[in-house]
């Protein structure tokens, strides 16, 4: 498949008195209407074994110029590291830790999970987002093309 530069994102999650939190590199929205994202997480990660417990995770989007969390979560493993103990954060209404830095965010409650092998798809319903933030001119998102009428339904 080609390579394709997609955003990436930070996932954390609490269950069972253990935070984790990874860089996700497979997650996209996947509805429109209920609202939904679809997250992937290794099977081989802690982040995924923490997921197995939890019941809400938080997905957060970063700005570019701030990327200490994302060469946080994604170069050191929580198996040997606590992430949380390097950044800021503050709990969300569930218990998960949100990131202070993250430019947007949002958590929800884990509705399914799907297995597809070495990565399991977590499929969150948003209870808490954060405050509205502008867009990245350089990225084209739904906010630029919603006005379009489509051909057919979504």
Same mark, same amino acid.
């Given at each position: 498949m080609p390579r394709v530069p997609a955003p990436v994102y930070v996932v954390t999650v609490a269950a069972g008195g253990e935070r984790s939190g990874c860089l996700v590199g497979f997650a996209s929205q996947c509805s429109i209407s209920p609202p939904r994202f679809m997250v992937w997480l290794s099977v081989r990660n802690h982040t995924y074994r923490t997921a197995? =417990?939890?019941?809400? /995770?938080? $997905?957060? $989007? /970063? +700005?570019? *110029?701030?990327c200490g969390a994302a060469e946080l979560f994604g170069g050191e493993t929580g198996d040997q590291v606590d992430k949380f103990a390097r950044v800021d954060r503050r709990p969300s209404a569930d218990g998960s830790p949100l990131l202070t830095e993250a430019c947007a965010w949002f958590v929800g409650r884990i509705?399914?999970?799907? *297995?597809? =092998? +070495?990565? $399991? =798809?977590? /499929?969150?319903?948003?209870?808490? $987002?954060?405050?509205?933030v502008r867009t990245t001119p350089a990225l084209l998102r739904y906010d630029d093309v919603k006005e379009i +009428? /489509? =051909?057919?339904p979504a």
């Amino acid at each position: 498949m080609p390579r394709v530069p997609a955003p990436v994102y930070v996932v954390t999650v609490a269950a069972g008195g253990e935070r984790s939190g990874c860089l996700v590199g497979f997650a996209s929205q996947c509805s429109i209407s209920p609202p939904r994202f679809m997250v992937w997480l290794s099977v081989r990660n802690h982040t995924y074994r923490t997921a197995g =417990g939890a019941t809400h /995770l938080a $997905v957060h $989007v /970063l +700005d570019r *110029d701030r990327c200490g969390a994302a060469e946080l979560f994604g170069g050191e493993t929580g198996d040997q590291v606590d992430k949380f103990a390097r950044v800021d954060r503050r709990p969300s209404a569930d218990g998960s830790p949100l990131l202070t830095e993250a430019c947007a965010w949002f958590v929800g409650r884990i509705e399914t999970r799907i *297995d597809a =092998g +070495d990565h $399991v =798809g977590f /499929l969150p319903a948003p209870t808490e $987002v954060s405050p509205p933030v502008r867009t990245t001119p350089a990225l084209l998102r739904y906010d630029d093309v919603k006005e379009i +009428d /489509l =051909g057919k339904p979504a």
